[in-house]
């Protein structure tokens, strides 16, 4: 089964409105990375966490491994926020064992 | 910032054909790896490596083969494509560790079409 389960799949915001993505994980992890893809296909890095909430901007991070979840918040939408977004957790037990979310789709409007 | 390159950056290739996708990186980066995203399966990994001669499979590594001969480049070969390889490629390189802990710096991507 998927270790790693993302949500919502798909969301709209209107510029200047938030929201919060997730990840739940089925099993324990012990850092997470979250990724943007945009327009033009490529992965920009947003955050990796190994425990506690991280700020960036309008962009804002928590990673709680005992309740294995991580959110992605978003605040004041701009229209560049539009992509994927992704969520990546490396499992606590063995070597190279990481596990990507299958993305959110975010589409801010105007 | 990690500076990750990937070619070519778009490809069409034909069934039973050899794909060769190079990815280069320049910040002496130990680790590399090779994933592919598709809808509804996002990124998976096929290949990855831990320095230069080292090559381990991912978690779909069936059709793929990798090489690593130099801590810069980590190429990705498909000896007989397929179209259930059309897909797009991300390289990715990380400092040491490996996984999710060592931040990986992603390339801009592959698309390969497989006709």
């Known amino acids: 089964g998927d270790q790693v389960e993302q949500s919502p799949s798909a969301l709209s915001l209107h510029e200047g409105t938030g929201s919060a993505l997730r990840c739940n994980f089925t099993t324990t992890m012990r850092a997470v990375q979250w990724f943007q893809q945009n327009s033009r296909g490529s992965l920009i890095n947003l955050f990796y966490?190994?425990?506690g909430t991280k700020e960036n901007g309008r962009l804002k991070s928590t990673f709680n491994s005992k309740e294995s979840y991580s959110t992605l918040h978003i605040r004041d939408a701009q229209l560049e926020d539009s992509g994927t977004y992704f969520c990546?957790?490396?499992?606590?037990?063995?070597?190279?064992?990481?596990?990507f979310g299958k993305g959110t789709s975010l589409t801010v409007i105007p | 910032e990690a500076a990750v390159t990937q070619s070519p950056r778009n490809k069409v290739a034909v069934t039973g054909g050899k794909v060769t996708l190079s990815c280069n990186q320049t910040n002496n980066h130990n680790n590399m790896y090779w994933y592919r995203q598709d809808t509804g399966h996002g990124l998976r990994l096929i290949h990855y490596?831990?320095?230069?001669?080292?090559?381990e499979k991912g978690d779909i590594p069936d059709g793929y083969k990798a090489s690593r001969p130099s801590q810069e480049n980590f190429s990705l070969i498909l000896e007989l494509a397929t179209p259930s390889q059309t897909s797009v490629y991300f390289c990715a390189s990380g400092d040491a560790g490996g996984g999710v802990q060592d931040t990986q710096y992603f390339g801009p991507g592959t698309r390969l079409l497989v006709l």
């Open positions: 966490l190994a425990s």
């Open positions: 990546a957790a490396e499992a606590d037990t063995g070597y190279q064992n990481f596990y």
């Open positions: 490596s831990y320095g230069a001669g080292s090559t």
